[in-house]
């Protein structure tokens, strides 16, 4: 059973930064693209930052140059370095693993964790 738990989430300022760490389980993580993914009130939910197997990173235009995205294989853990942050980065954040089981991709979600940013 593939479990995701997300940690570092909580209130910050405008301009402050924060770090999400999400620790895997269950799975071969290495093998697993990973990605972070964030849900506000009222809006649907919308990837942030991706990264692959071999360490390719993608991130939404939203976010390029203030977030990072990194992995530990030797920790099962995926990272989100997030700076300059501003009150419209406020939601939910999840962690996502794209799991491939032959010729289909499961994906496994955590359970979010709150980031705010204060005006």
């Known amino acids: 059973q593939v479990q995701l738990v997300e940690s570092g989430g909580g209130l910050v300022q405008s301009g402050g930064s924060l770090r999400l760490s999400c620790a895997a389980s269950g799975t071969r993580f290495s093998a697993n693209a990973m990605g972070w993914y964030r849900q506000a009130p009222g809006k649907q939910r919308e990837l942030v930052a991706g990264?692959?197997?071999?360490?390719?990173?993608n991130y939404a235009d939203s976010v390029k140059g203030r977030f990072t995205i990194s992995r530990d294989n030797a920790k099962n853990t995926v990272y989100l370095q997030m700076n300059s942050l501003k009150p419209d980065d406020t939601a939910v954040y999840y962690c996502n693993a794209a799991v491939r089981r032959g010729f289909s991709i499961n994906n496994y979600w955590g359970q979010g964790t709150q980031v705010t940013v204060s005006s």
């Open positions: 990264i692959t197997s071999d360490g390719t990173t």
